[in-house]
């Protein structure tokens, strides 16, 4: 074995480019490394367990992988050739066939003699066992970079010419540099125009020493924070931000706004952070805080500060890329920016005061929806009816009435300036202007809530006007979409119709209510013409979606199967459900029963005509069926009372005295007799005893 197949050193790439898309900068550091390092741990370049770091700035993407070979170990390889019928014939000299098929390998005649006979299925085979040559890094390096770059998930692609001129290339940004460093040692690669060197650049503004020229692959990232002002590590850089986050929090009493989504962000925007305290008017704070926080946020990119009780204040964080002797200049340029900012939002919030929310439900009228659904004011009255409905069910009348005028009011923010500005504000605004109006809270609070659960883990609306309200616009936007055709098809679901689902599934299971009643209605609701097929649709999507939640959550497939398989009409049983399937999965007679139930269901599929629901003892020849009648007798009351009771872990437990009678009949009773009248007496016993056992869940499922 030569001596570079034994050289390891840790691996260096970087790939310096102009300023990478924010949003997406951590998924694509994180997409570079992995499948860089997966691509030379295929080439036997690398360990599998190889320690890889993944760096990530404006300005660069970088991956560093321990103990990489110079070259990759000899590897044996064989390669099946053909059968030996093919390859050689009745004197056992070589075929034409064979002779081709080595030629292409690198082998001749000499070969053959070495050739080796194999089993392959019912024939022999002749392989040939030869051994690779391990792949040169430059060369499996150069590969991986590729395959690296071709597989990143680049939100949108950029094609700009090369320094020719000429030539032009596609990547997410262009790069301008690239290093390629095993140990202190460059490694000839090439990518987008660009040869491998060892120099890279610094902080635009900060960096002490232009170019940063890399001593070796394990010198990068102090090297490029020293001499380059730069934190290259995207987790060193936001570890840092939140640690200067609070420090200039904390002498202020106040905290910043949590936001994981704005912390990675702003990670993404700056190389070496500097945070700073900056501030504006009071007067501002008149503002819903909401509306003042988005502002900050989304156009500005600023922690907003909240005091001990959780209200806002008139400061936030800046977290500047620079860091200037004197930061007086940037703190007030930043101050300077926000003001209009938030001059815009007061102005927003005093203009839409001064007309009723009410007054803007006409408005509504002239808002598409759908092409195929009408306006947001056919989509209101729709939504009125169905939260209506839900209401007299769950409330009476009075529930009604609120549920009916809180989704009429639902949707009016829609039209108003600051929700035309921040979309993301529409519940919440409509909130606020009802409350201006003088409309009681339980009305107004709905008209926020009734967007909610937003997604997983979100809080559930605050009252039952907003459940009403909730759930019929989650019902009406799934019944609507399904019953045109709008169905989500793999992971394209444009309409978030699992998210609706979802929605649905919450609010039904953590306030008791069926879900058959408020789907008939929400489809009740419509006066276009819809699919007649989209009510048992929407039904069938609710239940997998339930289905995939609940195996998200831990619950075995069979398990959930088993329960969901009878269609619960309400959630809040299914939890209980599921605990007691997965009990009586451990009984020792739980896998005779299951089988048992799977036979007794096929055996009633199969049945010609009605099946009667309850067997004539009268009738009964063999001593085993009497037997299981009489059991049953005893174990049905008792499992029906404990499952009407709702302790479905006794109603099942209770089953597993039939076990002895149910074997004894299968093992000694015909069921399909030559007399019709016993053998539909039979089936009726056997309905019996289908319809006991499955009142908890489909235990057929928990068959092997």
């Not at 699919?531 to 999507?541: G, I, N, P």
């Not at 451990?586 to 009605?610: Q, T, Y």
């Given at each position: 074995m030569s001596t570079d197949v034994i050289k390891a050193a840790n691996l260096l790439v970087e790939l310096f480019v102009e300023e990478l898309p924010p949003k997406a900068l951590?998924?694509?550091?994180?997409?570079?490394?992995?499948?860089?390092?997966?691509?030379?741990?295929?080439?036997?370049?690398?360990?599998?367990?190889?320690?890889?770091?993944?760096?990530?700035?404006?300005?660069?993407?970088g991956v560093h992988v321990a103990n990489v070979l110079a070259c990759a170990a000899e590897k044996s390889v064989s390669t099946k050739l053909m059968p030996v019928a093919v390859g050689l014939d009745a004197a056992g000299n070589a075929t034409p066939a064979l002779l081709k098929r080595l030629a292409a390998l690198g082998a001749d005649a000499s070969a053959v003699a070495g050739?080796?006979?194999?089993?392959?299925?019912?024939?022999?085979?002749?392989?040939?066992?030869?051994?690779?040559?391990?792949?040169?890094?430059?060369?499996?390096?150069?590969?991986?970079?590729?395959?690296?770059?071709a597989k990143l998930p680049i939100p949108k692609v950029m094609t700009y010419p090369l320094a020719d001129g000429w030539t032009t290339v596609n990547f997410v940004r262009p790069v301008h540099g690239l290093v390629a460093l095993h140990g202190a040692d460059i490694v000839p690669v090439s990518v987008l125009g660009l040869n491998a060197g060892r120099d890279t650049q610094g902080h635009r503004f900060e960096a002490r020493v232009s170019p940063v020229v890399l001593a070796s692959a394990d010198s990068y990232a102090?090297?490029?924070?020293?001499?380059?002002?730069?934190?290259?590590?995207?987790?060193?850089?936001?570890?840092?931000?939140?640690?200067?986050?609070?420090?200039?929090?904390?002498?202020?009493?106040?905290?910043?706004?949590?936001?994981?989504?704005?912390?990675?962000?702003?990670?993404?925007?700056?190389?070496?952070?500097?945070?700073?305290?900056?501030?504006?008017?009071?007067?501002?704070?008149?503002?819903?805080?909401?509306?003042?926080?988005?502002?900050?946020?989304?156009?500005?990119?600023?922690?907003?500060?909240?005091?001990?009780?959780?209200?806002?204040?008139?400061?936030f964080l800046i977290v500047s890329n620079i860091s200037p002797a004197d930061a007086s200049a940037v703190i007030e340029g930043n101050e300077r920016v926000v003001r209009p900012r938030l001059a815009d939002a007061k102005f927003f919030f005093d203009q839409d005061?001064?007309?009723?929310?009410?007054?803007?439900?006409l408005g509504l009228a002239k808002v598409v929806y759908h092409n195929k659904l009408g306006t947001q004011g056919e989509r209101v009255t729709r939504v009125q009816a169905i939260a209506r409905a839900i209401g007299e069910q769950i409330g009476g009348e009075a529930l009604a009435?609120?549920?009916?005028?809180?989704?009429?009011?639902?949707?009016?923010?829609?039209?108003?300036?600051?929700?035309?500005?921040?979309?993301?504000?529409?519940?919440?605004?409509?909130?606020?202007?009802?409350?201006?109006?003088?409309?009681?809270?339980?009305?107004?609070?709905?008209?926020?809530?009734?967007?909610?659960?937003?997604?997983?883990g979100d809080e559930l609306p605050r009252n039952p006007v907003g459940v009403c309200v909730a759930l019929a616009d989650k019902l009406e936007t799934l019944v609507g979409l399904f019953g045109i055709g709008e169905k989500p098809t793999?992971?394209?679901?444009?309409?978030?119709?699992?998210?609706?689902?979802?929605?649905?599934?919450?609010?039904?299971?953590?306030?008791?209510?069926?879900?058959?009643?408020?789907?008939?209605?929400?489809?009740?609701?419509?006066?276009?013409?819809?699919?007649?097929?989209?009510?048992?649709?929407?039904?069938?999507?609710?239940?997998?979606?339930?289905?995939?939640?609940?195996?998200?959550?831990?619950?075995?497939?069979?398990?959930?199967?088993?329960?969901?398989?009878?269609?619960?009409?309400?959630?809040?049983?299914?939890?209980?459900?599921l605990i007691a399937v997965r009990e009586f999965a451990?009984?020792?007679?739980?896998?005779?029963?299951?089988?048992?139930?799977?036979?007794?269901?096929?055996?009633?599929?199969?049945?010609?005509?009605?099946?009667?629901?309850?067997a004539d003892p009268a009738r009964f020849v063999e001593d085993a069926e009497k037997a299981l009648f009489a059991a049953l007798s005893e174990i049905a009351p008792l499992a029906d009372a404990a499952f009407e009771a709702g302790d479905y872990t006794a109603s099942l437990q209770a089953l597993a005295a039939l076990k002895t009678p149910v074997d004894a009949f299968f093992d000694s009773v015909m069921v399909n007799a030559d007399d019709p009248a016993l053998k539909a007496n039979r089936l009726a016993l056997l309905n019996q005893l289908h319809q006991t056992m499955n009142r908890v869940a489909d235990l057929s499922r928990l068959a092997a």
């Open positions: 951590k998924k694509l550091g994180e997409a570079f490394a992995a499948a860089l390092a997966e691509s030379l741990v295929a080439q036997g370049l690398a360990d599998a367990k190889a320690a890889v770091s993944h760096f990530a700035s404006p300005r660069r993407l050739l080796r006979r194999a089993a392959d299925g019912k024939n022999e085979a002749l392989f040939y066992d030869s051994v690779a040559a391990g792949v040169p890094l430059a060369e499996g390096l150069q590969r991986a970079l590729e395959s690296a770059m102090a090297q490029l924070k020293d001499e380059g002002a730069v934190i290259a590590s995207f987790a060193e850089r936001r570890a840092d931000i939140v640690r200067q986050l609070q420090a200039a929090a904390a002498p202020l009493g106040f905290k910043p706004v949590d936001d994981d989504a704005l912390l990675d962000e702003v990670t993404a925007l700056v190389e070496r952070p500097n945070v700073l305290v900056g501030t504006f008017e009071t007067t501002f704070l008149d503002v819903p805080p909401e509306c003042l926080i988005l502002t900050m946020k989304a156009n500005q990119k600023y922690f907003p500060l909240l005091d001990s009780s959780g209200k806002l204040t008139n400061q005061r001064k007309k009723a929310l009410d007054s803007r439900v009435l609120k549920a009916d005028q809180a989704a009429l009011l639902a949707k009016a923010d829609l039209l108003t300036d600051m929700v035309g500005e921040f979309p993301e504000l529409q519940g919440i605004m409509g909130r606020y202007y009802a409350q201006h109006d003088g409309l009681a809270d339980d009305i107004a609070f709905a008209i926020e809530d009734h967007y909610k659960p937003r997604f997983s793999g992971d394209k679901d444009p309409f978030a119709l699992r998210r609706h689902a979802l929605g649905v599934i919450r609010l039904l299971a953590e306030h008791h209510l069926p879900l058959s009643t408020p789907i008939r209605e929400a489809s009740a609701a419509f006066k276009v013409s819809l699919r007649s097929e989209a009510v048992s649709e929407v039904t069938d999507f609710i239940y997998e979606r339930f289905a995939n939640s609940l195996r998200e959550s831990g619950s075995s497939a069979q398990t959930v199967d088993a329960v969901l398989a009878l269609r619960p009409d309400r959630f809040h049983q299914v939890g209980r459900r451990h009984l020792p007679e739980a896998p005779a029963l299951a089988a048992a139930n799977k036979r007794v269901g096929n055996i009633l599929k199969k049945a010609e005509g009605a099946v009667g629901e309850s």
